[in-house]
Nanobody
């Protein structure tokens, strides 16, 4: 079982960034995949989740209207496009699944290694 997140980096405020999460070792096209983030000194929070068929759920108000989650099951990949980035979006971003298709808020047992996003001028 593996989830591998990538695409993080340094971006200026107002900029955009794409994150990718590639899954393997499980039935990727049957489960929901979520993005979480953890900023320095803060608790981890859910950002967005995508159901197996592509329906999106945004788990934090700060992501609505700025972030877009999508997936390509043929590539076993989930994407998070982040626009209009703010310094407060700085965090380590993780992808995760609970091997169900429900985009739950909690209960994720399977996590990938995170990718660091830094929003700074």
């Amino acid at each position: 079982f593996q989830l591998q997140a990538s695409g993080g980096g340094l971006v200026q405020p107002g900029g955009s960034l794409w994150l990718s999460c590639v899954g393997s070792g499980f039935s990727f096209d049957r489960v929901s995949i979520a993005w979480f983030r953890q900023a320095p000194g803060k608790e981890r929070e859910g950002v967005a989740c995508v159901h197996s068929e592509g329906g999106a759920t945004y788990l934090t108000n700060s992501a609505k209207g700025r972030f877009t989650i999508s997936r390509d099951n043929s590539k076993s990949t989930v994407y998070l496009r982040m626009d209009s980035l703010k310094p407060e979006d700085t965090a380590v971003y993780y992808c995760a699944t609970d091997l169900f298709n429900n985009c739950a808020i909690t209960g994720y047992d399977y996590w990938g290694r995170g990718t660091l996003v830094t929003v700074s001028s």
